[in-house]
């Protein structure tokens, strides 16, 4: 069992570039969790999905950020137009149904030059 | 939503005392309280973990203790040794209206440093 998988581990993008980043979900586990962590900060929830369905999203900024967890494939966060303050660790974490057991991908550390 | 409020925020032991972490919570209705611990850049890790049908749970050198009334639960660590020095969240999911069932909120924070 490969554990959640994130990727890239590291990502540099300069201000107005996009950043996408990856997450795929331990093996029978079908809910995705993207949380943010600013240096020296605590874990922000962003978003919840599952399959092809955005659970809840009251943490996403309302500009520029988007979340989708297809069918197919990895859970993918979409920042757009990247700016400065978006520089920060993103976690993501995945649960089996009906089940707070998350477990956390080794996160994705984004620096925006 | 749930609101988790987390204390201290920094604390220093010598190697071999204790160290306790408490955390509040809001959501009467939330369930289940889990600690992680976080080492420097590294993912933060389940190290236990309680529901809210009991009082406490321990696994070796560490354990949870939940008071419901309250909204209130704790992190108990005994001989502490260096390697136990890291960050350590709390977290609660806050379940009130049904919504978000997987959805925890973390607590600030507890930066636990072991002297040897």
């Known amino acids: 069992n490969a554990g959640v998988m994130q990727n890239p581990r590291h990502l540099v993008r300069r201000r107005g570039q996009e950043a996408r980043l990856r997450c795929s979900p331990m093996?029978?586990?079908?809910?995705v969790y993207w949380y943010r962590q600013l240096p020296e900060e605590g874990l922000k929830f962003m978003v919840y999905?599952?399959?092809?369905?955005?659970?809840?999203e009251s943490g996403m900024p309302k500009e520029r950020f988007s979340a989708e967890f297809p069918k197919e494939g990895p859970s993918i966060l979409r920042i757009q137009q990247v700016v400065r303050g978006d520089s920060a660790a993103y976690f993501c974490?995945?649960?089996?149904?009906?089940?707070?057991?998350?477990?956390f991908g080794s996160g994705t550390r984004l620096t925006v030059v | 939503g749930e609101n988790v409020e987390q204390h201290p925020s920094t604390l220093s032991v010598q190697e071999g005392d204790s160290a306790v972490i408490k955390c509040t919570y809001s959501?009467?209705?939330?369930?289940?309280f889990p600690w992680y611990k976080q080492e420097l850049g590294k993912r933060p890790q389940l190290i236990i973990d309680?529901?809210?049908?009991?009082g406490e749970k321990k696994d070796q050198r560490i354990a949870v203790t939940l008071n419901k009334t309250a909204k209130h639960f704790s992190l108990h660590i005994t001989e502490t040794q260096p390697e136990d020095s890291a960050v350590y969240f709390c977290?609660?999911?806050?379940?009130?209206?049904?919504?978000?069932?997987?959805?925890?909120?973390f607590g600030q924070g507890t930066i636990l440093t072991v002297h040897p």
């Open positions: 974490a995945s649960s089996p149904p009906q089940n707070y057991g998350y477990t």
């Open positions: 093996k029978g586990h079908s809910h």
């Open positions: 999905l599952q399959k092809e369905n955005i659970i809840d």
């Open positions: 959501d009467s209705a939330s369930n289940y």
């Open positions: 309680i529901r809210s049908n009991v």
């Open positions: 977290a609660a999911p806050g379940v009130a209206g049904g919504t978000s069932y997987g959805k925890l909120t």
